[in-house]
């Protein structure tokens, strides 16, 4: 059974940074893609940043280009989401997900997405 736990949300001020973590469990995460989302209250999901399998290709959400930074660790079975700069509108809940059985990152929308954590809330307000 695959799981996916998310870790490292909290409150942080604006300009703030946080690291997010995503542990992954029940598959050998290094033979697929993975990524990030968040939802905020009234708003629907959005797909933030993607990593592909082999780390060659990531891509971002336009509003978090050069602010959000995708990395993972396939040893440790781990993703993680470095946000720097944070803004009062990157409140949300962030979650991981990864598109079974992809290699390679699918557009956010698609259904593919179809593992998911429970969440880390994130909060950037003074």
């Known amino acids: 059974q695959v799981q996916l736990v998310e870790s490292g949300g909290g409150l942080v001020q604006p300009g703030g940074s946080l690291r997010l973590s995503c542990a992954v469990s029940?598959?050998?995460?290094?033979?697929?893609?993975i990524g990030w989302f968040r939802q905020a209250p009234g708003k629907e999901r959005e797909g933030v940043s993607c990593i592909s399998y082999d780390y060659g290709s990531t891509y971002y959400l336009d509003s978090v280009k050069g602010r959000f930074t995708i990395s993972r660790d396939n040893a440790k079975s781990t993703v993680y989401l470095q946000m720097n700069s944070l803004k009062p509108e990157d409140t949300a809940v962030y979650y991981c997900?990864?598109?079974?059985?992809?290699?390679?990152?699918?557009?956010?929308?698609?259904?593919?997405?179809?593992?998911w954590g429970q969440g880390t809330q994130v909060t950037v307000s003074s």
């Open positions: 029940g598959l050998k995460l290094n033979y697929y893609a």
């Open positions: 997900s990864v598109p079974l059985p992809l290699e390679r990152c699918p557009p956010f929308a698609s259904p593919v997405f179809n593992a």
